[in-house]
């Protein structure tokens, strides 16, 4: 199996809204894979599928060969999930945060090692409510990466960082592909995307217009032209 994650035909309503229109796209196994679209393309309504947050109305999602929304506890271990907002409690502190969810994998990160790299020492007395935006998005990325997931699920992971901080973001998830990781990472970031993409996903409208290697999705235009001509054709 070359894909780690697979999405074939998914279909997600949410009464007379169609968040997912017959969406198929892939995250071959250690890729970066960078999922682009306006807003309301169905982005995050596939990743909440991928992770079994959503059942889809039809079609298939597979994570690691498993449909996610009926998957072990051993299988969501190997899954790591960043989403745009919540899941942390207000009332931890972050490398208390981390340090109890470690404990629940056989083979955790360092925390020390993970906190220090994306700055989170720095503010590690202080409780999640009184953090900052990027703040909570350090700990966020930390708490999915934790575990050394297999397959991990951002979804849009520097939003609301400075440039120092995208920049930490970067060279960490290049890190974890490194050690075999395959990343799938949503993002509006034309600069994000091309600093890390090894595979490329357009989606517009609920449905995929372009993927592959951004070689393949780009050819010689820029990004930006290639993004723009496509999501404008799949609205008329």
């Known amino acids: 199996?070359?894909?780690?994650?697979?999405?074939?035909?998914?279909?997600r309503r949410f009464a007379a809204v169609t968040a997912c229109d017959g969406m198929s796209w892939s995250a071959p196994r250690g890729s970066i894979t960078i999922v682009l679209g306006p807003n309301g393309a169905g982005k995050t309504t596939a990743i909440e599928c991928a992770v079994g947050l959503q059942r889809p109305d039809d079609g298939a999602v597979r994570v690691l060969g498993i449909d996610p929304w009926l998957a072990s506890a051993?299988?969501?271990?190997?899954?790591?999930?960043?989403?745009?907002?919540?899941?942390?409690?207000?009332?931890?502190?972050?490398?208390?945060l981390l340090r109890h969810l470690s404990s629940f994998y056989a083979r955790p990160a360092d925390v020390g090692a993970l906190a220090a790299r994306l700055g989170i020492d720095g503010f590690a007395r202080t409780t999640v409510r009184r953090l900052s935006g990027g703040q909570k998005q350090r700990v966020a990325l930390a708490a999915a990466l934790v575990g050394r997931p297999q397959v991990v699920f951002l979804d849009e992971p520097t939003a609301g960082l400075d440039p120092h901080g995208r920049l930490d973001v970067y060279d960490l998830l290049k890190a974890e592909q490194a050690r075999g990781a395959t990343l799938v990472v949503?993002?509006?970031?034309?600069?994000?995307?091309?600093?890390?993409?090894?595979?490329?996903?357009?989606?517009?409208d609920g449905r995929t217009v372009a993927q592959g290697s951004p070689a393949e999705v780009v050819g010689s235009a820029t990004l930006e032209r290639v993004y723009f001509d496509l999501t404008r054709q799949a609205r008329r």
């Open 74 to 96: 051993e299988h969501r271990a190997e899954v790591g999930v960043m989403l745009q907002a919540g899941g942390l409690p207000n009332g931890s502190k972050p490398l208390q």
């Open 1 to 11: 199996m070359t894909a780690a994650v697979d999405i074939v035909s998914l279909t």
């Open 186 to 204: 949503t993002t509006h970031s034309f600069e994000e995307a091309a600093t890390l993409a090894t595979h490329l996903v357009v989606l517009a």
